[in-house]
């Protein structure tokens, strides 16, 4: 299985879970390929917008820097196994697809609870590099 690579890098967010990038039709319709089992994204407008972050895009002539407070850089996943970025990325089960290389944020307590009683552990900002970069 394999999430939908954007065709457009406009109106992208980040799973603030599994840091899968996708636009906010396609996690609406598809959710989250790596989190749908216990985020339940698929159709839940609201929820979408609660366990994602927003990408804004800054563009010259070749080159495309994507970034925002909420979300630093894309890694395209597409031999999850055996690259060794997807291996630093602790991204080796994930689906092949685009993913953030930081994504700043936490899930809402709720989606967290419900996360605790199915036994999943959930970090917060465990994909938050710049917290790092700041001390």
């Not at 790596?34 to 839940?44: A, F, H, I, M, S």
């Not at 010259?60 to 894309?74: R, T």
């Not at 602790?90 to 709720?110: D, E, T, W």
């Amino acid at each position: 299985m394999a999430a939908a690579i954007p065709a457009d890098l406009r109106n992208l967010r980040a799973c603030l879970l599994c840091s899968l990038i996708k636009s906010v039709e396609s996690f609406q319709k598809d959710g989250c390929e790596n989190c749908n089992e216990v985020l339940q994204l698929k159709g839940d407008e609201e929820k979408v917008y609660d366990c994602t972050r927003s990408v804004e895009k800054h563009s010259s002539f070749f080159q495309y820097k994507i970034s925002s407070a909420n979300y630093d850089g894309m890694i395209a996943a597409m031999s999850n196994d055996e690259s060794w970025v997807c291996k630093w990325q602790k991204m080796q089960r994930k689906v092949k697809g685009m993913y953030a290389i930081s994504v700043s944020g936490s899930l809402p307590s709720n989606v967290v609870s419900d996360l605790k009683s199915l036994g999943i552990r959930y970090k917060a900002n465990q994909r938050d590099y710049s917290i790092a970069a700041k001390k």
